[in-house]
């Protein structure tokens, strides 16, 4: 597990505490620290709307039982600018979700992470990265 | 490994496409002897016109920044190098993209690189200032006024007699609510993500679309007095007027509930749009208020060339967050009620 590394000299982390990353809302209110779960889930649908988007997988449990899960995901307008669009992941596709469930205890989540079944997080670095290439191979 | 190459290679990519503002920066103030730039005269930079004649500031821009609107404690310079600055955004892009450690709050969030929300994968320019804030010259905001301290505690002891944060909706922030973010402000501060707008000039207005909450400011440029007294709104009356090379546009009749940095609703704001060449806005505000401050303040942000277009940012389209916030917040009071009483029948 990749750690924060501690940040030390130039004042750097006087700079960043003072330049918090002003969320949409507080993440820690709306989710909760003592749940965090990691599981194998299909995308079912994949909602692109503000200010966040919301994956949908369902999740088969140990039992064969099939639960439906909402994953809380980075806003469209940062998505599209990094090129990723609506028809940039298939449904269907499976991955390894990591992240925090809803306080409120309903099958709602904030993905930490989302892997694909080859190892790789989704969009890291934008378009390089992303499981599918554009129509013109760009 | 891979994840944090990606990451800075990113990084310096948009590094490489703003050497202007960075040389051009420190070249102008080591001539000038002078580093305070508010309602310093544009510069020898010819700025293209409008068809109608305006100085055409139109086009996509961006305000993202990792500088404080404060300059932080224990920094007691004005500007870093650029040695410094780089080093502290390559630290800032690092730590942004890296991943937190499990089981602290700062955890409970998704990856910023991976959901395009880590600033050094975008357009930034870069700013040597170590605030915002240019004046006062400590790069802080001024001591409140005894007004403005009476009424700070007025509003919290307000804030306290509605209850929590998530006792109502009504008590969450204007941000999770979707009225009013700091990108939209006034003045327009960026955050940390859609930070981009868009301006557009016609005979006789500016209109400045606001990427976050998909707002726009449509400006009067014609000399119209501003609305009536009673008449208050959350962006304010805002008019504008051409000094020089210099879009100013002027608000007021903004709303008790907005309170910018604690500001009241007489808060006057003067914001200032300069074009300094054909990649860069220099946008400079000066806030007025003597009912919270003992003296006016004023601020400066490089607003850097970015490409377009911008998408719909509908903010109530799904804002399922709120609801869980709210959720969340009863879901712990049942616990908590729960577990005191286990606890009473122990007893």
Redesign the interface.
């Known amino acids: 597990m990749r750690m924060r590394r501690v940040v030390a000299g130039l004042g750097a982390g006087v700079l960043l505490a003072a330049a918090p990353l002003t969320a949409h809302h507080a993440f820690s209110s709306e989710f909760d620290i003592n749940k965090p779960f990691k599981f194998r889930g299909v995308l079912t649908k994949w909602e692109m709307i503000n200010p966040h988007s919301w994956f949908h997988f369902d999740v088969k449990g140990d039992d064969g039982s099939v639960a439906e899960w909402m994953i809380e995901g980075g806003s469209p307008n940062s998505l599209i600018k990094q090129g990723v669009t609506k028809h940039t992941l298939a449904v269907g596709t499976e991955m390894l979700i990591e992240g925090y469930q809803a306080k409120d205890g309903t099958n709602k989540g904030v993905g930490r992470n989302l892997v694909l079944a080859d190892g790789r997080r989704l969009f890291l670095g934008g378009e390089s990265n992303l499981p599918e290439k554009k129509p013109d191979g760009k | 490994m891979n994840?944090r190459l990606?990451?800075l290679?990113?990084f310096f990519a948009v590094l490489a496409t703003v050497p202007w503002l960075s040389t051009r920066t420190v070249l102008g103030q080591a001539r000038s002897g002078s580093v305070k730039t508010g309602g310093a005269p544009a510069t020898a930079y010819a700025v293209p016109r409008t068809p109608d004649g305006q100085p055409d500031l139109q086009g996509f821009w961006t305000n993202a920044t990792?500088?404080?609107?404060?300059r932080?404690?224990?920094?007691t310079k004005e500007l870093y190098t650029r040695e410094?600055v780089l080093?502290?955004m390559k630290?800032?892009a690092?730590?942004?993209a890296?991943?937190?450690?499990?089981?602290?709050?700062?955890?409970?969030?998704?990856?910023?690189?991976?959901?395009?929300?880590d600033r050094s994968?975008?357009v930034m320019a870069l700013n040597l200032r170590t605030s915002l804030i240019v004046d006062p010259p400590d790069g802080r905001l001024p001591p409140l006024s005894a007004e403005g301290q009476r009424r700070a505690a007025e509003r919290a002891a307000a804030r306290k007699s509605r209850g929590g944060?998530?006792d109502a909706v009504q008590n969450?922030?204007l941000?999770?609510r979707?009225i009013l973010?700091?990108r939209n402000g006034p003045p327009m501060l960026g955050?940390?993500?859609?930070n981009?707008y868009q301006i557009m000039q016609v005979p006789g207005y500016v209109m400045i679309l606001a990427?976050m909450l998909h707002d726009v400011r449509i400006i009067p440029l014609d000399g119209r007095p501003h609305l009536p007294e009673n008449v208050r709104q959350w962006t304010g009356s805002y008019r504008g007027h051409w000094e020089g090379q210099t879009l100013v546009v002027e608000t007021r009749n903004l709303t008790d509930k907005f309170a910018f940095q604690g500001a009241s609703e007489k808060m006057r704001l003067t914001e200032r749009f300069t074009r300094v060449d054909a990649e860069t806005i220099r946008y400079q505000f000066t806030v007025d208020d003597p009912a919270t401050w003992t003296r006016p303040w004023s601020a400066e942000v490089p607003w850097r060339k970015d490409s377009g277009p911008?998408?719909?940012?509908?903010?109530?389209?799904?804002?399922?967050?709120?609801y869980?916030?709210l959720?969340?917040?009863?879901?712990?009071e049942k616990r908590a009620a729960e577990d005191a009483a286990k606890k009473k029948s122990r007893q």
């Open positions: 994840h990606l990451v290679g990113g990792y500088t404080p609107l404060e932080p404690k224990g920094v410094e080093e502290l630290r800032a690092t730590e942004e890296e991943q937190t450690v499990p089981g602290t709050v700062a955890d409970v969030h998704y990856d910023f690189s991976q959901f395009g929300l994968q975008g944060p998530h969450e922030p941000g999770a979707c973010m700091d955050g940390a993500y859609n981009t990427e911008i998408f719909e940012h509908a903010c109530h389209e799904g804002n399922y967050g709120l869980n916030t959720a969340g917040a009863r879901a712990e």
